[in-house]
């Protein structure tokens, strides 16, 4: 009972973990969609500095 009690928890991590690295990455591909718009729009250094410090904090 203790092993199977392990293992199910174990599951439900897992589980939580791809939920989570899912939602990370739809975040990941939104920002690259802001950067590459921004790339082509060529907004000021300024504001592309502060967006990527912005996504490092994110992380």
């Known amino acids: 009972p203790l092993l199977a009690a392990v ?5 439900a ?4 973990f791809v ?3 899912q ?3 739809k975040a990941e591909a939104e920002w690259l969609k802001e950067e590459m ?6 907004i000021s250094p300024q504001r592309r500095q502060s967006r990527q ?3 490092i904090w994110i992380i």
């Open 53 to 55: 410090e912005g996504h």
């Open 37 to 42: 718009a921004a790339l082509r729009t060529c």
């Open 23 to 25: 939602t990370f990455l």
């Open 19 to 21: 939920v989570y690295n």
């Open 13 to 16: 991590a897992h589980a939580h």
């Open 7 to 11: 293992s199910s928890a174990e599951v």
